[in-house]
């Protein structure tokens, strides 16, 4: 029923579908393309990576905020997605690490959301119809003006939402070596009496995690902007270079493609997510939108080097077209629901890069070699 704590609310989609349900977020109106994630935990994570800008997300597990929320689950600085969506809210953080229940937690932070939808059926909607813009909204409107916001909100791909996330100034993430990886102790195969290798990583909305497995690595990290040019960087003297994940088409990146193409030619050089679509497109590849992307913990990828199957986590909307990879990319990856690419490297160029999320907050951890990978060819490079 209706009530003072969680009044009602509406979900509309822009072919006309409507969900009814209970705000227990910020009151008002939101628009945004909105998608499903799969993850059964890892919601904090979720709501606060930089690659959902623009987005509402519908959570598929039934039960979300039952272990709420805390300062150290945060995948950056900010919520960046527009909306969220579950079935049912608990209202009972039971968790010693807990410091907000997740109502109190989207509130704070002005994020509109719905409780009591029927996930399952949304999920199976938009896995038949694609993603779809949105408008949920807390607001007294009639159906028709909920579902003409949805009609008339901005397509992702009309919207610089990189440049939104990025960060603005040069910075080195962890200077003094305090913060480890989330799952064990630093990684003690690089020697303290080695110099630590300096990767530059570019910010296009990076999470906090992947430049935390960096440096747990044995890595120094300088976090540079989007647009940092290849010739910026390179005065700087890196090691390596890291590309981020990030929101966004990524076909309209055409500068950075430029920077990612001088860069792998000087440079040992890994991408994840965003990264990896960047790294295709400046070797003449092209991408292509995915019907409902891949958006959760739970996606199997094949490392085709090895013939291991791993769980990933992995969160896009769009995917390397394959039939037009050029000669100088192998696939080193697939994923095993829909066969599309997971994996790239250079024939020749030290050059790596995966569609999913090697850090996977909070898991699976299958694919955490790959940032030892990425050392190794490092130092495979300086020797």
């Keep these: 029923m209706p009530s ?40 904090q994570e979720v709501l606060t990576d930089p690659s959902y800008r623009g987005q509402m997300v519908a959570m598929t597990y039934p039960l979300v905020g039952n272990y709420g929320t805390n300062q150290d689950d945060c995948e950056s600085g900010e919520i960046h997605l527009r909306g969220f969506i579950i079935e049912e809210t608990s209202d009972i953080s039971s968790n010693w690490r807990s410091e907000l229940r997740l109502q109190e937690y989207l509130q704070r932070h002005h994020v509109v959301a719905i409780s009591g939808v029927d996930t399952r059926s949304l999920t199976k909607h938009l896995r038949i119809s694609g993603v779809m813009r949105a408008c949920l909204t807390t607001e007294l409107m009639s159906d028709q003006e909920a579902v003409a916001l949805a009609k008339a909100t901005p397509f992702l791909e009309e919207s610089d ?58 890595m120094r990290v300088m976090v540079v902007p989007a647009l940092t040019s290849a010739q910026d960087v390179l005065a700087m003297n890196p090691d390596g270079i890291f590309f981020s994940n990030g929101p966004g088409d990524p076909a309209k990146l055409s500068s950075i493609h430029q920077n990612a193409r001088l860069l792998a030619d000087h440079k040992p050089v890994f991408g994840i997510c965003l990264g990896l679509q960047i790294l295709g497109h400046a070797f003449g590849a092209s991408t292509f939108k995915l019907k409902f992307g891949h958006r959760g913990a739970n996606q199997p990828v094949q490392d085709l080097r090895t013939g291991k199957v791993m769980i990933t986590s992995q969160n896009h909307g769009y995917a390397i077209d394959e039939e037009c990879l050029p000669l100088s990319l192998e696939v080193t990856h697939r994923h095993l629901n829909d066969r599309t690419v997971a994996g790239l490297a250079h024939r020749e160029k030290p050059l790596l890069a995966v569609q999913f999320h090697p850090e996977a907050s909070p898991g699976p951890h299958d694919s955490l070699y790959l940032f030892e990978e990425f050392r190794k060819m490092i130092a495979s490079r300086a020797g």
């Design 161 to 218: 939402l990189v440049k939104e996330v990025s960060t603005k100034e040069i910075y080195e993430w962890d200077p003094a070596g305090n913060e480890k990886a989330p799952w064990g102790e630093v990684n003690t195969s690089f020697s303290k009496k080695e110099q630590e290798p300096i990767i530059v990583a570019y910010d296009f909305g990076v999470k906090k995690n992947i430049l935390r497995l960096l440096r747990s690595h044995g």
């Design 4 to 43: 003072l704590i969680h009044p009602p609310a509406l979900l509309a989609l822009e072919d006309g579908r409507l969900f009814r349900g209970f705000s227990f977020g910020a009151m008002g109106t939101c628009q945004g393309e909105i998608c499903f994630n799969t993850s059964m935990s890892g919601y």
